[in-house]
Structures are given as structure tokens and as C-alpha cells.
Antibody, heavy 120, light 103 residues
Framework: QLQLQESGPGLVKPSETLSLTCTVS??????????WGWIRQPPGKGLEWIGS???????YYNPSLKSRVTISVDTSKNQFSLKLSSVTAADTAVYYC????????????WGQGTMVTVSS | DIQMTQSPSTLSASVGDRVTITCRAS??????LAWYQQKPGKAPKLLIY???SLESGVPSRFSGSGSGTEFTLTISSLQPDDFATYYC?????FGQGTKVEIK
């Protein structure tokens, strides 16, 4: 069964770059049927789509974050990654990686999420 | 950009109640809408995709309907496990969520 697992620092200093990796196990990230996305959720708030990537490297970003976001994919490691630059306290959130099925047009499998706090 | 608006924000209900949550899109999205359930400390779980298709393993008391700009998620008979927050989503946009509480 396919699983996703986020990894990365739980604490990032203001103005620095947040870096997270999502490792896909039990299946290939190179499937033509799926995109791979990042979604975040600030404490006590709703879900915000950050961006998505296709295994070929095509990327799609939330316009409100586009200037600070880079998503990349490493098919050899079955991983995709998120970098968010110039972070502030407003970027404190649980960050989820998830699989987006083209047939479902929905995020059908999610990682457990990882809490990232921006603080000095 | 498409905006998704859910109502109500909070809903108080009892076990056995029929519950309906509404999601409106700022422009037509055909049937490209999904619904998720999220419990505290857990990742969202896909319930419904393409507005009315039930995800595998999801109880049949959950159903979705609608097209264009107005959509509904219905729980036919609320169960104790259903007290959670529900989100609608159209690709890049999530609704703000509806918390279903115990009355």
C-alpha cells in the first residue's frame, strides 16, 4: 500500500528557508496518473494548497506563495521536496504531502504531516 | 482564482441526525469537487471525489451532490465517528471547513 512520509526540521528561524522532503513508499512516484502536492495547515486554521509537481518536473504553485516556493522531484529516490524561503511566523503550520489522482481530481493519499515552527 | 465558501462554519448535531454541508464555488467548476474529513491531529481523509463519487472504503451514509457552483455533502445518519471537520476542495482551493460538533 502506498505511503507518504514527510521529513525535515521542525524549527526554522525567521528569514531562513524551510526545507521538507516527502518519501513515497509502496509505489512509484513516476506514475503518469498522479501529481504530488504540498498542503499546509496553520494551528487551528484551515488547509492551504502550496503547490504540486508531476514526475516530469512540471510544477504548479499557489500564486500567493509562488515567489517563495520551489518544489522539486527526485525520481531515483522516489521523493519530492518543498523549499519555502524567507519564512516568517505566519509560515508556522503542519505541512502535509499528498498524492493527487488525475482520475479522482483529488488528494487521495496523505502523509501524516509534520509540524514546522518558525521562531528564533 | 477560484474561491470555495462553505456553510455553516460550525454545525451542532446529534447521533442519528441527517447533516448537510454546503460548498459554493466562485465560478463554475463542473463536477470537479472533493470532500475530506479531518479529525484532530490527523491528516485529511478523502470521502467524495468528482462531486458525488464515494471513495473506496467510505461508509455509504456519506453522499455528495451538485455541479457548477453549488455542492452539498450529506451524512444520512450521523455516527459518533463522524464528529470532525469537513473540507471541500477544487484542486488549488479549499473551503474554510465545517466543524460538526456534538449537540
Amino acid at each position: 500500500q502506498l505511503q507518504l512520509q514527510e521529513s525535515g526540521p521542525g524549527l526554522v528561524k525567521p528569514s531562513e528557508t524551510l526545507s521538507l522532503t516527502c518519501t513515497v513508499s509502496g509505489g512509484s512516484i513516476s506514475s503518469s496518473s498522479y501529481y504530488w502536492g504540498w498542503i499546509r495547515q496553520p494551528p487551528g486554521k484551515g488547509l492551504e494548497w502550496i503547490g504540486s509537481i508531476y514526475y516530469s518536473g512540471s510544477t504548479y504553485y499557489n500564486p500567493s506563495l509562488k515567489s517563495r516556493v520551489t518544489i522539486s522531484v527526485d525520481t531515483s529516490k522516489n521523493q519530492f521536496s518543498l523549499k519555502l524561503s524567507s519564512v516568517t511566523a505566519a509560515d508556522t503550520a503542519v505541512y502535509y504531502c499528498a498524492r493527487y489522482g488525475v482520475a479522482h481530481d483529488a488528494f487521495d493519499i496523505w502523509g501524516q504531516g509534520t509540524m514546522v515552527t518558525v521562531s528564533s | 482564482d477560484i474561491q470555495m465558501t462553505q456553510s455553516p462554519s460550525t454545525l451542532s448535531a446529534s447521533v442519528g441526525d441527517r447533516v448537510t454541508i454546503t460548498c459554493r464555488a466562485s465560478q463554475s467548476i463542473s463536477s470537479w469537487l472533493a470532500w475530506y474529513q479531518q479529525k484532530p491531529g490527523k491528516a485529511p481523509k478523502l470521502l467524495i471525489y468528482k462531486a458525488s463519487s464515494l471513495e473506496s472504503g467510505v461508509p455509504s451514509r456519506f453522499s455528495g451532490s451538485g455541479s457548477g457552483t453549488e455542492f452539498t455533502l450529506t451524512i444520512s445518519s450521523l455516527q459518533p465517528d463522524d464528529f470532525a471537520t469537513y473540507y471541500c476542495q477544487q484542486y488549488r482551493a479549499f473551503g474554510q471547513g465545517t466543524k460538526v460538533e456534538i449537540k
